[in-house]
């Protein structure tokens, strides 16, 4: 009686193994005299090939991580992802709303631009003048009647201080503004493009793992159900697996679910024609030396954009004092008065004007140079906040790819906890089908947590780029 219950035992053995690894990986073994059952290979389809390695680019869950991120080779097919990605976001910067809004302001300061250099050439105005006059004095002809009088005058600043200068230098600076805000703009757009494009990738891989989890359990209960009707008093154990193959659809489902969510917030920046996401795994691997970009800190558009709007306050403030310096002047001025008392006179010269006393001069420029000296300690926070953000950013890219590395060499002890336990339960019988079916679970888990920090340390290092000269320099 023994010897049947080990040989039965070695025989359901069997049968789970080809429902887990194939027919070729399962042991032989010998099956029960009675009552006949079909043999364990059969179970074995399709279906119930794992899938790991089979096809890279469908399942990308690497057997090692990269020792060094910025050594490590890219596949041969990571150059059309990369232009795929590049894609998307010159479209989502096309299509943005906000940016071209950005736009349209920079180029409205540029015209300001022109507005304050103009005010060093000459200036001409016409004025005219319709009505009646009654005019007289003693021992003088009284002029009574209508008169149409017109007038032509032309000014042009000789010497104003240097005021124009400043003026169009402010305007230049606010202009270098607004364009470092378009350029901040499209890579607000861009980093979020990348981000989505990045979470779509992610959760299209964990759903495959799941799938592939599905299928395991799946076959598993097609072995368990030969197994009970044979046994009953093994329909606990399929009760249990059914349980975890339900389990693994519904975090199936919730990872597709999640890649849904993601198209659907994709298709904000990038249109309805969504490229594959296949290969995108490799894209942002490379993590930047913290080193090179502290460097490059000083060269972020914000930090441009605020050293712009400091030098722009620093002009305004030398403008106003220019203000106050004498200003010099050429003046023409002709009038023509036609109808009742007829005359013509033409004058010219030259002008000057010099504010000898103005009480709110004092405040205006005090004022100014406050509002300079405050935007370059804004400049100054932003630059420091910038780089602590970036070690901070470097370090949890760092950490992620530490974590993915610690993770494979934890795949590698699974496989062979997997091993084990399924060949000491069908062999030995030291182990029931609840340890192999959570050594199946923890096997999996793990696997999507190896996707997990690969793709947390690409967010981390498309942030890094997105805070260094920007994710489109570092796609092209």
């Known amino acids: 009686m023994g010897s049947v219950s080990l040989n039965f035992r070695r025989f359901t053995g069997a049968c789970l193994a080809a429902a887990l690894f194939g027919a070729a990986s399962a042991p032989a073994a010998t099956p029960p005299r009675t009552p006949p059952v079909a043999p364990g290979p059969a179970v074995a389809n399709s279906r119930c090939v794992d899938g790991d390695g089979a096809d890279p680019e469908r399942a990308p869950i690497f057997r090692a991580a990269p020792a060094s991120p910025s050594s490590a080779p890219l596949p041969a097919n990571v150059r059309e992802p990369r232009e795929n990605l590049l894609a998307m976001v010159q479209t989502a910067i ?3 709303n906000a940016v071209g809004a950005t736009h349209m302001l920079a180029e409205a300061a540029a015209s300001d631009i022109d507005e304050a250099s103009s005010a060093r050439l000459p200036q001409a105005s016409i004025g005219g003048q ?7 004095a003693a021992n003088s002809v009284s002029t009574r009647g209508g008169q149409f009088q017109a007038s032509l005058n032309v000014t042009a600043p000789l010497y104003d201080g240097g005021r124009v200068h400043d003026l169009t ?13 378009e350029i901040s703009a499209q890579e607000q757009v861009a980093l979020q493009t990348v981000s989505l494009a990045l979470e779509r990738s992610r959760f299209t891989v964990e759903s495959q793992v799941y799938d592939q989890y599905v299928r395991k359990m799946s076959c598993l209960v097609e072995a368990l159900q030969m197994i009970v009707s044979v046994d009953k008093g093994r329909t606990s154990e399929l009760v249990q697996a059914r349980k975890t193959q339900q389990q693994a659809e519904l975090a199936r489902d919730q990872s597709l679910s999640q890649k ?5 917030r994709l298709r904000r920046f990038v249109g309805d024609d969504l490229p594959p996401s296949e290969g995108i795994t490799s894209v942002m691997l490379d ?14 558009t914000d930090i441009q954009a605020l050293d712009s709007q400091a030098s722009a306050l620093d002009s305004y403030v030398r403008a106003i004092l220019d ?11 002709a009038t023509r008065a036609a109808g009742a008392g007829d005359s013509r006179s033409v004058t010219g010269g030259v002008t000057l004007s010099w504010q000898l006393f103005n009480a709110s001069n004092a405040y205006t420029t005090n004022s100014a140079r406050k509002r300079a000296a405050a935007a370059r300690l804004q400049r100054d926070d932003a630059l420091e906040a910038r780089k602590n953000r970036m070690a901070e950013v470097h370090e949890q890219a760092e950490h992620a790819m530490d974590r993915a590395r610690q993770v494979v060499e934890i795949l590698h002890n699974s496989e062979l906890v997997r091993n084990y336990t399924l060949q000491q339960w069908q062999q030995l019988g030291r182990r029931s089908l609840f340890d192999v079916m959570a050594a199946e679970g923890d096997h999996y888990n793990m696997r999507v947590q190896y996707v997990d920090a690969l793709y947390d340390t690409q967010q981390s290092n498309a942030l890094l780029w997105s805070l260094g000269l920007g994710l489109a320099i570092h796609l092209q």
């Open 130 to 136: 319709i009505g009646g006059v009654d005019t007289g």
């Open 169 to 181: 230098d402010w305007r230049t600076h606010l202009s270098d503004a607004a364009r470092f805000g």
């Open 94 to 96: 096309r299509r943005s």
């Open 287 to 300: 993590t930047p030396s913290l080193d090179d970009l502290l460097t490059l800190a000083n060269r972020a």
């Open 260 to 264: 849904r969510l993601a198209e659907v």
């Open 323 to 333: 203000g106050q310096k004498p200003q010099l002047g050429v003046l023409v001025a």
